[in-house]
């Protein structure tokens, strides 16, 4: 089962539809709630890094018979140091973010802590693509 | 912890949802961090909170959290209604502090989640 959606820049009242259509198909499947916790969280955090920090991208999250896999992939503008970005409390989110109670630099090292197998890969001026898996 | 003895030790307004008075909640974190609140592994906790906008539902669905109680006498916008009637949770309005109902349902044996 694939499933894909398109992520706006900047438009947070919409940040977290990818994430909560994901989570009524998993409770339909029956799996795990502690499973889909953990999954859901990893892709909302991901969907807000998307609207907050990029110019948009899109998400694509493909569930089959052991796991869910997901890849959110954005247009720019890529991330100067991951090593940096995947540390606790390293953020560059703007004032705006911030008020929104996001951007305390937890939202990397939280979808890695979430998932079972997690894999970021960024290009200055090209792009971010995360992609992570969680079994059921 | 009921439901109603929250409503009722923080003067609160239920706002949305079904505030079934039985509902047992165990824990509580008090937050206007929601990337803290993403970080915790404890579900059917309280979240109380001064933020008022769209991710705080939204952070509650993700997050597993049933009941949101917002202190300072913030009011909830209708788009945080909406959801939070779609989502199945129950909002809550205080006039208190967060400091205030934090340290009123703690007194009154609401546990913290850490």
């Known amino acids: ?7 706006a820049s900047g438009d947070f009242s919409k940040a977290g539809r990818a994430s909560s259509r994901i989570k009524k198909m998993l409770k339909q499947l029956q799996v795990d709630p502690k499973v889909i916790k953990r999954i859901v969280v990893a892709i909302y955090e991901a969907e807000v890094n998307v609207v907050a920090h990029s110019v948009g991208g899109k998400m694509l999250a493909e569930i089959d018979g052991t796991g869910i896999t997901v890849i959110v992939q954005d247009n720019g503008p890529g991330i100067e140091d991951i090593e940096k970005a995947m540390q606790e409390g390293y953020s560059t989110a703007s004032k705006a973010v911030r008020n929104m109670g996001f951007g305390a630099g937890m939202g990397l090292p939280n979808i890695n802590r979430n998932t079972d197998e997690f894999t970021i890969e960024s290009e200055l001026g090209v792009g971010t693509v995360l992609t992570f898996r969680n079994n059921f | 912890m009921k439901l109603s003895e929250i409503i009722d030790l923080t ?29 915790l592994d404890t579900e059917h906790i309280l979240l109380i909170t001064g933020l008022t906008n769209l991710q705080i539902v939204r952070t509650a669905e993700m997050a597993d959290i049933e009941v949101v109680l917002l202190a300072r006498n913030k009011t909830a916008t209708p788009e945080m209604i909406e959801l939070a009637n779609e989502t199945g949770l129950v909002l809550l309005e205080t006039p208190f502090s967060i400091y205030r109902a934090s340290g009123l349902l703690f007194q009154n044996g609401l546990d913290p989640v850490y």
Do not use: W
């Open chain 1, 1 to 7: 089962m694939k499933l894909e959606f398109d992520i």
């Open chain 2, 11 to 39: 003067n609160a307004k239920v706002v949305a949802g079904d505030a079934e008075k039985d509902r047992e909640l165990l824990r509580a974190f008090s937050s206007d961090l929601m990337s803290d609140v993403l970080t």
